[in-house]
């Protein structure tokens, strides 16, 4: 049973719109959650994080948007950039003493000039 | 950037040989983590480790084993490879916080 879903596999946006990348989950227990970039051939990069006790945290022209009732995240990227134009995975943390992580199955952002 | 270095970066072996896979971290973190990266399943955890020789299994750990004799060094086996092994692998950091850090990734093909 997969705990943390991304159901659009891709997402195609103009330059200089906002870019909305969806991230459902299931667990109601977890306390973190973040998003992570990836560029073929290379290792995932950390981009934003939130606390469960907040509903958004924002960070230049990224911006992530919790809503608990719906057990849903979004991020936010605006304006959008060919260089985001990436896979992204959000990532969720029960907490505790091993910082581990669940992943969703990821989006590609394409942003096209 | 974070300090972790995976080697080797890419591997080709043959069905039924033993294969170790690398992953190095300068920033002495006491968290260590072993995904493979599949189509249609992002990051899957295989073990991790809390600490020198304290590690666990995570949610695909059948065919892999681990260990960590130095708080720098987390080594992935796969004792026997097999074709559905083939994958990207990826090792992560994390220390305090919850944020992970990912080193380049190693892409292993077994024939």
Redesign the interface.
């Known amino acids: 049973d997969q705990q943390v879903k991304?159901n659009s596999p891709s997402l195609s946006v103009q330059e200089g719109r906002i870019s909305i990348l969806n991230c459902d989950y299931t667990n109601s227990m977890f306390d973190?959650f973040?998003w992570?970039k990836k560029y073929p051939?290379?290792?995932?990069?950390?981009l934003i994080?939130i606390s469960s006790i907040k509903d958004k945290n924002e960070d230049g022209r990224f911006t992530v948007f919790l809503n608990k009732s719906a057990k849903h995240l979004s991020l936010h990227i605006v304006p959008s950039q060919p260089g985001d134009s990436a896979v992204y995975?959000c990532?969720a943390?029960h907490?505790g003493?091993?910082?581990?992580?669940?992943?969703?199955?990821?989006t590609l952002l394409a942003v096209q000039p | 950037d974070a300090g972790i270095t995976q080697s080797p970066r890419h591997k080709v072996t043959e069905t039924g040989t033993p294969v170790t896979l690398r992953c190095h971290q300068t920033e002495n973190h006491r968290y260590m983590y072993w995904y493979r990266q599949d189509p249609g399943h992002g990051l899957r955890l295989i073990h991790y480790s809390y600490g020198v020789k304290d590690t666990d299994k995570g949610e695909v750990s059948d065919g892999y084993s681990v260990s960590r004799s130095k708080t720098e060094d987390f080594l992935l086996t796969l004792e026997s490879a097999t074709s559905s092994q083939t994958s990207v692998y990826f090792c992560a950091i994390s220390g305090d916080r919850v944020e992970q850090f990912f080193g380049p990734g190693t892409r292993l093909t077994v024939l």
Do not use: V
């Open positions: 991304q973190y973040l992570y051939a290379e290792g995932p990069t950390f994080s995975f990532a943390s907490g003493a091993t910082n581990k992580l669940i992943f969703g199955t990821g």
